[in-house]
């Protein structure tokens, strides 16, 4: 079924290209211009019914759209209940949003509120990432964090986390004076810290790759270059609007954008990370208000270059500010160390640069620029 659904779109696609509607002459250098000036009226998928009469309609019983970490692993998680599944990315690969742009960090589960679904996910989670990454061999390793008080008015604070993390259920938290600390870890200053021996590092291109091995061997159908443009409700039944991802780049903005096939599955999961509000709202069914709003952040890291051994061996983190954790000291399995990420509140982008992960490429611009005036080892 999978199977007939792509080449039926494939045959769908060259026909319109044959036709010459979708706009195949490439105009890229006009494309920045386009996406800036959309307006979200413009690029809504049509909400008159008669014209999607022409489009190729296919049953699928789970649609999973976007196969960041998330996406892969719940197409995993369904593959192995021997549900059919699709999954639907709009790059043309896995794993190229926050899923790569991470500390690739094991969280240990200290910060969040007692009894919300992160608390709970986060440690029992971590639990079963350990165990899956031995299982499979995924590198990963144990190396623990420091959280540090830097001046004596952050201990208070310090005393919470630990309380919170102990509440969550946090095994092995201990508070450790600032001489202790030091002696750990020679190049640190600060007066007392909280040691969290759970938390570890993980490379997570590897453990993306094995879930996307697992998930392909179970019969899951990965198409990437597509992207969901939005859907609707049709009695009891969800219709998702699919193009070629191409197809946005070149499409002008000036018509409404149709979609090239119609996917109608049973269960639909919406894991496209930053996106996934943007694209719940491009549903014409659930009220507004449901679909929770987006504030978007953008964070660089800084490479310590220009030193062939790490000077830390555990993750460094400072008391938590707001909008993050704070710019920590990251270490990956290759002993490279990251000090960051910064956070800068953005204004929202629009939605087909957001389907696109555009903001991504900008944010990578701005990494490079800023290592590169970053000259001098940090
Ligand atoms: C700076 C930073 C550091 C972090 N550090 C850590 C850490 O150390 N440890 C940790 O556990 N977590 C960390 N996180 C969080 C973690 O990276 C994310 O929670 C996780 O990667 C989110 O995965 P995802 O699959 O939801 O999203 P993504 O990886 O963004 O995947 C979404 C996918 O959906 C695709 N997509 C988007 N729109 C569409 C569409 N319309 N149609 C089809 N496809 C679409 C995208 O191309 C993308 O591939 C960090 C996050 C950030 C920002």
């Known amino acids: 079924m999978l199977k007939q659904t792509i080449q039926r779109w494939e045959r769908c696609i060259s026909a319109s290209r044959r036709r010459g509607d979708g706009h195949t002459k490439r105009k890229k250098h006009l494309f920045g211009k386009w996406v800036r000036s959309m307006s979200s009226s413009t690029i809504q998928s049509n909400d008159n019914r008669t014209t999607w009469d022409s489009v190729p309609k296919e049953r699928v019983e789970c649609v999973v759209i976007g196969a960041g970490v998330v996406g892969i692993a719940v197409a995993r998680a369904l593959a192995l209940k021997g549900r059919e599944v699709l999954v639907v990315e709009s790059a043309p690969t896995f794993g190229t949003g926050t899923s790569s742009r ?5 969280h240990a589960g200290i910060y969040y509120p007692l009894n919300s679904f992160k608390a709970i996910f ?7 990432l350990y165990e899956y990454c031995s299982k499979h061999d995924i590198p990963h390793k144990q190396i623990g964090k420091l959280i540090v008080a830097t001046r004596s008015s952050e201990i208070p604070k310090l005393n919470d986390i630990l309380n919170c993390g102990i509440q969550n259920g946090v095994d092995g938290l201990k508070i450790v004076d600032g001489v202790e600390a030091m002696k750990m870890e020679p190049e640190l200053q600060c007066v007392k810290a909280i040691l969290s021996p759970l938390t570890g590092i993980v490379d997570s291109h590897s453990l993306m790759l094995s879930l996307v091995g ?3 061997n179970q019969g899951t159908t990965f198409t990437y270059n597509s992207t969901v443009i939005g859907g609707h409700l049709e ?7 699919v193009t070629e991802t191409d197809r946005l780049t070149e499409w002008k903005g000036t018509s409404i954008l149709q979609p090239e096939l119609l996917l109608i599955p049973k269960l639909v999961v919406n894991s496209t990370g930053l996106s996934s509000p943007v694209l719940a709202k491009r549903f014409n069914g659930p009220k507004s208000g ?4 987006a504030y978007y952040a953008r964070g660089c890291y800084f490479t310590l270059s ?22 920590h000291v990251t270490i990956d399995l290759n002993g490279q160390v990251k000090f960051g990420p910064n956070v800068e509140w953005i204004d929202s982008v629009d939605d087909i640069s957001s389907f696109q992960n555009k903001e991504r490429t900008f944010m990578e611009y ?5 290592f590169l005036e970053s000259s001098h080892p940090v």
């Open 122 to 128: 986060c440690v029992r989670g971590r639990e079963m």
């Open 214 to 216: 697992e998930a392909e």
């Open 306 to 327: 220009n030193t062939k051994n790490s000077p830390f061996r555990r993750l460094i983190y400072p008391i938590p500010e707001d909008g993050g954790i704070g710019v």
């Open 366 to 370: 701005l990494v490079l620029l800023i």
């Open 290 to 293: 449901v679909v929770p709003p």
């Open 235 to 241: 009695g009891s039944e969800i219709c998702l609007h």
């Open 102 to 106: 991470n500390s690739e960090v094991i």
